[in-house]
Each structure stands twice: as C-alpha cells, then as structure tokens.
C-alpha cells in the first residue's frame, strides 16, 4: 500500500522537510527532482506548486497534501481537511492576504475600489471579497512581483504578506484584510474513507502536529534532596505538574520537567540555588497533548 502525498515545492519546501524530518519522515530530493525519496517506504511523494496540491488530491491524483487554506479556498476544492499546522516559510505567524495601495493613494477602504483595477495571484477570493462588499472592480492575474505594479499599472494590489516588510519597502500601505491563511493538512474524500490511508494519514498529521507543539519547548530533569523540593517545585514554570521519581537514596528525587526553552537561562541558576543538582536541558522532537 502507498500513500500518495503532495508536498509544496518552493519557498515553503525547506520548512515543510524541516518539519516531517522532526516529525520522524526524512524526504531527499535533489535540485531537480519532482520525486524526494522518503524513509518511509508506504509514502509516495510528489513536489508541486502548493497552488496545485488542492486540485489533484481533490481529483485523487494525490491521496493527502500540504498546502495553505488560501489556496483551497482560491480553487474551491472539495476536500478533507485533517489539520492546521500553523508553519511558514519566514515565521509561525499565519499569513495574510492584504488589500495594498500606494502611500499616497486616495483609496481607504474597499468602497473606494468603485471601478479600479487591482492585480493579484487569488483572483477567485479577491472577486468574492469585493462581491461582499457590492464592489465592482477589475481583478487581473498577476504572474508575480505584484508589489511593484501598483500605481503605474494597477490601482490597487492584494498580496500575500507575513510582516508587511515588503510592501512598505515598496511605498504600499494596508488598507484591509482580504483572507487570514495558515499552512493544512488536506486528503482526498475518498482516500479519507480508506481504512488503510485514513489510518496512515492520521499517524502522519499526530506526528506532525507533536513536532509542532515541541518548537519552543525543552526538557529538564534534575536531582533534588527531599528537604529541598518544596522550593524548587515553587519556581518550576512546567507544562504540567513536574514528573517525580525516587531515587535509590530515600532522601533524594528526580523531577522532570517541560517548560519553554527561553525560560531556561533564567531558570536554571534559580534550581541550582533551590537546591536543585545534576541538572540537563534536552531538546524535545515531538509533544502529543
């Protein structure tokens, strides 16, 4: 049995190996290849334009995909949708779909598009956008680098942003909110009713959220005198209560903790003053709620 997935290839493609490594799947492609080798002989793996994925694990050509919620949105697919995985290309952060003009531009709000022209990659949800708010409007496609044709061409863009960086270094300000999109975790209909690749698709999505909720996140365990513990558990900013363990000296413990690692470098001189000793930070893979 194979389980036929679709990854994005592009800026989100080193993002996404980076978290399936994490997750436990190590995919390898070289610069050209359309076909990664997986680890994991039941999975199939193709490279696409993440703006495909939707369509062909709609059809079935893929069984499951990555891909962004705006993208499913912008083609209209009729799929499953397993889960979130709030990860990007630059940050954590969703990512936005944003109504831009030139700085110095008379339009303020969408009213004001009355009869432009805007330029954009997501066509089918800028119209449903503008058909919200009883505009009428020309939307072309843009084929990239859609910063720069506002105002000589256009009079109004909408472009994908995390920051805003970008557009600000090009003299455009945000005017509104078209679409809020974060990275999913979709699967055909059909495959999703397969006992097997349901089943396969849901260990993947456990494995990937786990590495997500790990990002941040490390271990810590140390010994501590029974006399002792009262205070260190006192500082202990844990996930969940602390793990305790006896030791073989009936007046000593160990406490297993997870907490944020920028809490860390504060936090471990505090322990050893509490009385905490034989203190180790690891790092986390994979944390399943």
């Excluded at 009355?114 to 708010?133: D, F, P, S």
């Amino acid at each position: 049995m194979k389980l036929k997935l679709g990854l994005p290839k592009g800026s989100l493609q080193e993002a996404t190996f980076g978290l399936f490594k994490r997750a436990g799947f190590d995919f390898r492609a070289s610069t050209r290849s359309y076909h990664p080798a997986c680890d994991d002989p039941e999975i199939e793996c193709t490279l696409l334009r993440a703006q495909e994925i939707p369509r062909y694990v709609n059809t079935g050509v893929l069984d499951a995909g990555i891909t962004g919620h705006d993208n499913v949105m912008e083609c209209g697919a009729d799929i499953e949708e397993i889960a979130e995985l709030k990860y990007s290309k630059a940050t954590s952060l969703p990512y936005r779909w944003v109504l831009a003009v030139p700085k110095d531009s008379a339009i303020s709000n969408p009213k004001d598009l009355e009869g432009k022209r805007i330029a954009t990659e997501l066509v089918n949800v800028t119209k449903r956008y503008l058909a919200e708010h009883s505009v009428n409007a020309e939307v072309e496609f843009s084929w990239g680098a859609t910063e720069v044709k506002a105002p000589d061409l256009v009079d109004a863009i909408v472009e994908e942003t995390e920051t805003g960086s970008t557009l600000a270094a090009h003299g455009l300000k945000i005017i509104d909110t078209v679409l809020v999109s974060t990275t999913r975790f979709i699967a055909n209909k059909a495959s999703w009713k397969d006992e097997w690749k349901r089943r396969k698709i849901e260990n993947i999505s456990m494995l990937l959220e786990a590495a997500l909720n790990a990002e941040g996140l490390v271990g810590l365990k140390m010994n501590v005198s029974r006399g002792s513990l009262k205070s260190v558990i006192g500082i202990l900013p844990a996930l969940k209560n602390p793990t305790l363990s006896p030791l073989s000296d009936e007046g000593w413990v160990a406490v297993e903790i997870i907490i944020e690692e920028k809490t860390v470098r504060d936090l471990i001189p505090k322990l050893r003053r509490a009385g905490a000793t034989g203190i180790v930070e690891y790092p986390l893979n994979k944390v399943i709620y």
